[in-house]
């Protein structure tokens, strides 16, 4: 339908309006956000509220918000009526961290569309929808590297974390790690990883274990919360 070419900004972003697929939404290299109508080939508005590039977009379609993110840091809340800012809030980094804020942050709502999953590099937490209100947050350790990736399960219900050993081979090499996660459409269960070096391997516990979704060690004063399936992270659950 179109085609967004040079010169700069670059799209970084996108996602499709849940109720009118004619509008995207399309997160920009310069840190604003176009919605753009695909049936008139026109830019209806550019919202602007970050200060670098979009890097996450989510639309709830019982709020009517759109929350973008961004590699500032900072989550937006937009008003899909009138397309004005509601909320904004930046997130909070753990000590001695500094640098890691200006990495990717990337967002999704819960299947109740107001629970909202944010995925940093240094941290996964679960806000809620529309005022940002942080609920629960979770930083990584030292030991484990920054998170590259997080996800609900299709059922939003999920919980789990998944050993190193389901994926990696008995002399792994450092350049190799999850770089992403997919939840499978329909299986709560079933979660596709991606490795650095190509591979993907398709998850799901041993039929000897049982279902997932026990509660992972609590952390970082954090106590248990919705579900996020994190790449790279530690489970004491056995997978195959």
């Given at each position: 339908?179109?085609t967004?070419?040079p010169p700069?900004?670059?799209a970084?972003?996108?996602?499709?309006h849940?109720?009118?697929n004619n509008i995207?939404?399309?997160?920009?290299?310069?840190?604003?956000i176009?919605?753009?109508n695909?049936r008139?080939?026109?830019?209806k508005?550019k919202?602007?509220?970050?200060?670098?590039?979009?890097?996450?977009?989510?639309?709830s379609n019982?709020?009517?918000?759109?929350?973008?993110?961004?590699a500032d840091s900072?989550?937006?809340?937009?008003?899909t009526?009138?397309?004005?800012?509601?909320?904004?809030?930046?997130?909070?980094?753990p000590?001695?961290?500094?640098?890691?804020?200006?990495?990717?942050?990337?967002?999704?709502?819960?299947l109740?569309?107001?629970?909202?999953?944010?995925?940093?590099?240094?941290?996964i937490?679960i806000?809620?929808a529309?005022?940002?209100?942080?609920?629960r947050q979770?930083?990584?350790?030292e030991?484990?590297?920054?998170i590259?990736?997080?996800?609900?399960?299709c059922?939003?219900h999920?919980?789990?974390?998944?050993?190193?050993?389901?994926?990696m081979?008995?002399?792994p090499?450092?350049?190799?790690?999850p770089?992403?996660?997919a939840?499978?459409p329909?299986?709560?269960n079933q979660?596709?990883?991606?490795l650095?070096?190509?591979?993907i391997?398709?998850l799901e516990?041993?039929?000897s274990e049982?279902?997932?979704?026990?509660?992972?060690?609590?952390e970082?004063?954090?106590?248990?919360?919705?579900?996020?399936?994190?790449a790279?992270?530690v489970?004491?659950?056995p997978?195959r």
């Amino acid at each position: 339908m179109t085609t967004f070419m040079p010169p700069p900004p670059a799209a970084t972003f996108l996602a499709f309006h849940p109720q009118d697929n004619n509008i995207i939404a399309i997160g920009m290299a310069d840190s604003s956000i176009q919605i753009y109508n695909v049936r008139v080939d026109e830019v209806k508005t550019k919202l602007k509220g970050h200060q670098k590039r979009i890097t996450g977009l989510a639309f709830s379609n019982i709020l009517n918000v759109l929350v973008s993110s961004g590699a500032d840091s900072q989550l937006c809340v937009w008003s899909t009526d009138g397309w004005e800012k509601q909320a904004s809030t930046v997130l909070q980094m753990p000590s001695g961290r500094v640098a890691a804020a200006l990495a990717d942050t990337r967002v999704q709502f819960h299947l109740d569309q107001i629970h909202l999953l944010v995925v940093h590099e240094s941290q996964i937490a679960i806000y809620e929808a529309p005022k940002l209100e942080r609920l629960r947050q979770w930083f990584y350790r030292e030991a484990t590297g920054p998170i590259t990736h997080a996800t609900y399960s299709c059922d939003s219900h999920l919980r789990c974390r998944i050993s190193p050993i389901a994926y990696m081979t008995p002399n792994p090499s450092l350049r190799v790690y999850p770089l992403v996660i997919a939840a499978h459409p329909s299986e709560p269960n079933q979660f596709a990883l991606g490795l650095t070096d190509g591979g993907i391997h398709v998850l799901e516990p041993l039929e000897s274990e049982g279902k997932w979704g026990t509660a992972p060690p609590v952390e970082n004063g954090a106590g248990p919360s919705t579900a996020a399936a994190a790449a790279g992270a530690v489970s004491d659950q056995p997978q195959r």
